[in-house]
């Protein structure tokens, strides 16, 4: 007996229902984009190792899913080189590309080399697959969706201010309840300065980014690891753990803050972006939080970080992003500054599940079956579909003169609200039997009453 095929870890199959679930979160999310001015790119599911390596941190570097070259990859390693089991040497020999890790390193890229080509500010939406290799679990994915949006080419908070109103419309739309977190890598620097470890904010951020999946403790005894001392660490505990509204905290931090100057900065633009989205000039639906605990690990991120996550079921971050300064440095092209968000459709698909908050009209497909009842009937029938679908109604014809029995099983079975049925009677009348699935009744049509009916 053959194995039954399977697929790999950390991915999903999705079937006719999930696909039309999907589609819903994709347009509800393009048409808010969009809303605010985006427009749509792609980029290809491989870049170049050169791209991707180094944009990530090291975490990040180790999850980069690495394509090995074309023919023979061995033909210019040496005997040596294999048995010394060096896999991250080996790798940069018989790999060249990689899978994408996400879609801002791929559009930084992409920035670069279409600049000329570009009107800044340049807005852009994208959405595509990326790849990590992860350790699956619930939430989490090694191939997922991204639903991107970044603003590059402008250094005004009106972004960041832009980027919340959309997160806040397009999680409104979706009927989820959410909170908006928000922090600045600034002030995460300035924390680092003051307790005297300005040389470790990658450390201390990597580390305190975890705080809600392994706690307190744990957080600290990592911290312990990377070299802060214990009075280092003391020092950080009231600040990671600082209670109250925003503006408390924002007047706490600032004291605390005193002598950076970096770290003033980041509680300047978090003031202004709260501000602005607290006022009556755009308020939000859902809460905004100041987290001083988030951090975003990527180390790419230079100001203002934001994480969202559902209120009403368990679920990790489900949209996030933030300000980089520097990115499309490192592709050679200086001083463009750039803000972007990031939704885990994969994440809200679960989200919106698990609340069961799809609307019923987004997941129907046809709308009405016509019954085959034969050669004549299909005759009859085939120039009323033609004129039902140049209306914009979504139309099966059953393709086989099977069972009467069998056509409305297949009618339940896709959840088809209406059939048409047309025989002898219906031909000589010149009209067709419409029939409601749901409530039974069925009435003798003419074609635009047809129309009309299943319209309304």
């Not at 697929?7 to 229902?17: L, N, Q």
């Not at 979706?174 to 928000?182: A, D, E, L």
Request: glycine share 8%; net charge negative.
């Amino acid at each position: 007996m053959a194995q039954k095929p399977s697929i790999p870890k950390g991915t999903r199959d999705f079937g006719p229902v999930e696909m039309a679930k999907r589609n819903y979160i994709f347009n509800t999310i393009r048409s808010v984009y969009e809303l605010y001015g985006f427009q749509q790119i792609e980029t290809p599911a491989q870049e170049t190792l050169q791209t991707l390596m180094g944009k990530y941190g090291e975490e990040g570097d180790k999850l980069l899913f690495k394509i090995l070259n074309s023919g023979d990859y061995l033909s210019k390693i040496e005997d040596s080189e294999l048995t010394e089991r060096n896999t991250l040497r080996l790798a940069s020999k018989i790999c060249e590309k990689g899978l994408r890790y996400d879609l801002t390193v791929p559009f930084a890229r992409y920035v670069v080399m279409h600049r000329e080509e570009l009107q800044l500010p340049f807005k852009r939406y994208q959405v595509q697959p990326v790849w990590r290799a992860d350790r699956p679990q619930k939430g989490r994915y090694r191939e997922f969706y991204q639903f991107d949006g970044d603003v590059v080419g402008s250094d005004s908070l009106l972004n960041e201010v832009e980027l919340m109103q959309i997160v806040d419309t397009v999680f409104t739309r979706f009927g989820v309840r959410v909170q908006i977190k928000i922090n600045n890598r600034k002030i995460l620097t300035g924390i680092a300065e003051v307790i005297g470890a300005a040389d470790m904010i990658v450390d201390i951020t990597v580390a305190i980014d975890k705080l809600d999946k392994i706690g307190i403790d744990n957080v600290n005894a990592e911290l312990r690891e990377d070299g802060l001392t214990d009075e280092q660490i003391q020092k950080l505990q009231p600040i990671i753990m600082l209670e109250g509204t925003n503006e408390e905290k924002l007047n706490i931090i600032a004291e605390v803050l005193a002598s950076s100057e970096t770290g003033l900065k980041g509680v300047e633009e978090i003031r202004t972006i709260l501000s602005l989205l607290t006022s009556n000039l755009s308020p939000l639906n859902n809460e905004i939080q100041l987290d001083l605990t988030l951090a975003r690990g990527l180390s790419y991120y230079t100001g203002a970080i934001f994480e969202v996550k559902a209120l009403d079921t368990p679920m990790g971050s489900i949209s996030g992003g933030g300000r980089y300064d520097n990115l499309t440095g490192i592709f050679g092209m200086p001083g463009l500054s750039g803000v972007g968000i990031s939704f885990g459709v994969d994440r809200i698909y679960d989200v919106l599940n698990a609340l069961d908050l799809y609307p019923k009209d987004s997941l129907q497909t046809t709308q009405v079956l016509f019954i085959n009842f034969g050669e004549q009937e299909t005759a009859y029938c085939l120039p009323i579909v033609a004129k039902v679908r140049q209306a914009g109604i979504r139309a099966e014809f059953y393709p086989d003169g099977a069972k009467m029995k069998k056509q409305m099983s297949y009618a339940n079975a896709k959840q088809i609200p209406f059939v048409v049925l047309a025989g002898e009677s219906e031909m000589a009348a010149g009209k067709v039997t419409l029939k409601n699935m749901a409530t039974g009744e069925q009435a003798l049509v003419n074609t635009e009453e047809l129309i009309n009916t299943i319209n309304k």
